[in-house]
């Protein structure tokens, strides 16, 4: 008897296990990489101009809570740093000034998006070098940063708030762009 030869028309049949590996896993890693690319954790929709700021619970430098239904008073500016980035410290100054000049129409949340490196005391000292006594200054939470539920995609990163709390300013290092001074001038109520 003459034993089955394969055809060498046909290709061979290819075992399922080997096809799952040339096939079936690039395909997995493909798809995860599309979600990935559509996922974006800035994609927070209530993060943008004339939507209401997203609602957090933060400690600042002085042990006092840090909640957005305390800062309804007055229009509230979050500057988004870290106390190691150079550019910001003029950017800092630069809020100084505005808020004297403003005669503290408006208060400014200073918050740390490097909590894992900035310290109590660097923050501290940053605030004396830079800031206003009056700014209130916080380390972004380890757990649920604040850079994800604002969008934050820089230091540097504004976002300014009216009493009502939606916001009505975004923007990177902005401090000196006329769009922003314009927004703020309008929400202290000068004309």
């Known amino acids: 008897m003459k034993s089955p030869k394969a055809d060498s028309t046909q290709p061979p049949q290819t075992k399922p296990s080997k096809r799952l590996l040339t096939v079936g896993i690039p395909a997995l890693v493909v798809a995860g990489m599309a979600l990935l690319l559509l996922w974006n954790p800035y994609s927070n929709p209530a993060a943008t101009v004339g939507q209401r700021v997203p609602d957090f619970s933060l400690t600042d430098l002085e042990g006092r809570p840090l909640e957005i239904s305390a800062l309804r008073e007055k229009p509230t500016l979050f ?13 800092t100054r630069e809020l100084a000034r505005l ?3 403003y005669r503290h129409q408006f208060q400014v949340v200073w918050i740390s998006i490097d909590p894992f490196v900035d310290s109590k005391q660097n923050l501290l000292s940053h605030r004396s070098q830079y800031g206003h ?8 939470s380890r ?8 969008r934050v995609q820089a230091r540097g990163s504004m976002v300014l708030v009216n009493p009502q709390g939606e916001i009505i300013f975004r923007g990177i290092r902005a401090v000196s762009d006329p769009r922003f ?3 703020l001038h309008q929400a202290v109520g000068r004309s």
Do not use: H, M, N
């Open 181 to 183: 001074l314009e927004v």
């Open 99 to 101: 808020y004297g000049q």
């Open 143 to 150: 757990t649920d940063p604040l850079v994800l539920r604002y």
């Open 79 to 91: 500057y988004f740093s870290a106390a190691w980035c150079v550019p910001c410290r003029a950017e």
């Open 133 to 140: 006594t009056d700014f209130r200054y916080a380390l972004d």
